[in-house]
């Protein structure tokens, strides 16, 4: 061992290492740094994992901070995040969450939340049967979706999918194509076949609460003015130590403490929290034990390589149906492959667009114009089947005094799933962040973990 951390502890203090700088990680370093001290660990070059803003010029010249990964979230639903947010006087502005679909086989165009505008951007989809009644079948699956959750789940429950919930409720592949699919494989970044394995009980309490499963009753979401870095950027100038560009390959409990291995430098720590996907804590436990494998090792995640640019031809053509999320179909009868969607980031950051220089992302497209692409990245999100639904069901026992696990898998894989696991894991290592009363939120979310 080269290095300990106990060599300049302060009494009563104890070190604890947090491994990863993603939304779990830095919300368990902001609550434990109160009464420890902490060294945040990160692989990559930069703190935020999700979090991830690009500066830019706009048509006025100034420069902001434009959103790629994380980028909306509101205060009903998100009640970790906006008090953490709040401690940090972050301040946050109203989005516009719309969402279209582009289906290239049929030219059928449309979008949500735009009221009769956006359900009949062309007018031509008056005259569509299968389209209009697939708007009855969406206010039908909406009602059969609130009545399976009204349904007390019980032992014998059969845990269907989603995939096997519209068959029984002969939803035709029309609806499943140009709606269903395209709303769960947008949210969770995965392919449309994957869409429809995942439990559909669980996916009902996600769409329900956010208010996803009526007409109206949606929360008002919000972004980050000036971009989510603010809120990385004031963590991680708060923290005692903070090691980017350093892959951590080690986390091994002792008799004093536990190791944590980076760089071919060992160091003790008193704790630590490992904020990183389940395959790659898998990886720094070098020995897991069974039911550390049995639980992290049925947890998947999906790659998704996204473009960063300024390529409009991604977009429906229909002005009326342009919104904030923007999913294509290539075809009416074959599913991609992946989630093709493009976010329309000038809309959803309210950024001055009036120069024709519109800030997108696409996750998935192949299409676009190369020379208007200003970045390419990398995001991976968790996958949910009932497989791996089971193993989030056992999170809970791997955590203990000295190593707590942390991570949007613990949820539904969003930015407060994020922080919520955050906050468990800071709190089962001796930090306190007590609230006035949990947010039904974190009720929701105690289920599946």
């Known amino acids: 061992m080269t290095g300990s951390a106990h060599d300049t502890q302060i009494p009563g203090r104890r070190r604890i290492a947090v491994v990863g700088s993603g939304v779990a990680g830095l919300t368990a370093a902001w ?60 301040q946050t502005q109203e989005s ?26 062309q007018p031509r989809s008056f005259t569509r049967g299968r389209y209009l009644r697939m708007l009855v079948e969406i206010l039908r699956f909406q009602a059969s979706a ?16 989603l995939g096997e919930f519209l068959s029984r409720g002969k939803f035709s592949d029309y609806f499943t194509a140009h709606f269903m699919t395209p709303v769960v494989s947008a949210v969770w970044s995965c392919d449309p076949r994957t869409a429809l394995q995942y439990p559909a009980r669980y996916l009902f309490t996600f769409l329900d609460h956010h208010g996803m499963l009526t007409i109206r009753n949606s929360p008002q979401w919000r972004t980050v003015t000036g ?8 963590i991680t100038d708060s923290l005692d130590e903070v090691l980017l560009g350093t892959p951590v390959t080690g986390v091994r409990k002792v008799a004093d403490g536990v190791v944590v291995t980076a760089d ?78 493009t976010y329309d980031l000038s809309r959803l950051q309210r950024l001055d667009a009036s120069a024709g220089r519109r800030f997108l992302v696409s996750l998935g497209e192949d299409r676009i114009d190369q020379s208007k692409v200003i970045e390419t990245m990398t995001y991976d999100h968790p996958q949910y089947t009932p497989t791996s639904f ?24 969003f930015h407060e799933d994020g922080a919520l696991s955050g906050r468990r894991a800071a709190e089962r290592l001796g930090g306190s962040w007590l609230l006035d009363a949990d947010a039904d939120y974190g009720d929701l979310v105690d289920s599946p973990v």
């Open 31 to 90: 609550i434990l740094k109160r009464d420890h001290s902490v060294t945040l660990y990160e692989s990559d070059n930069r703190a935020g994992g999700h979090a991830h803003t690009h500066p830019m010029e706009l048509a006025d010249g100034s420069i902001t901070g434009v959103d790629t990964g994380f980028i909306v979230h509101n205060d009903r639903t998100y009640p970790t995040l906006t008090r953490l947010f709040e401690e940090l006087g972050v």
């Open 96 to 121: 516009d969450m719309t969402m279209s679909v582009r289906c290239d086989g049929c030219g059928l165009e449309y979008a949500g939340a735009k009221g009769g505008q956006g359900v009949f951007a």
């Open 146 to 161: 609130r009545a399976l959750l009204r349904e007390t789940e019980t032992a014998d429950d059969d845990g269907a999918t």
């Open 227 to 234: 971009g989510s870095g603010e809120y990385v950027r004031k």
């Open 264 to 341: 071919g430098e060992s160091r003790l720590f008193d704790g630590a929290v490992i904020a990183a996907h389940p395959e790659q804590a898998l990886a720094m436990l070098g020995e897991p034990t069974p039911l550390e494998e049995a639980v992290l090792g049925f947890l998947p995640y999906s790659r998704n390589h996204a473009l960063f640019h300024t390529d409009e031809s991604v977009l429906p053509r229909s002005e009326n149906a342009r919104s904030s999320w923007n999913y294509r179909l290539p075809s009416c009868h074959t599913p991609p492959d992946r989630v093709l969607v």
């Open 390 to 413: 089971a193993a989030q069901g056992r999170l809970a026992e791997l955590s203990d005094d000295l190593v707590a696990f942390a991570g949007a898998y613990h949820g539904w894989g």
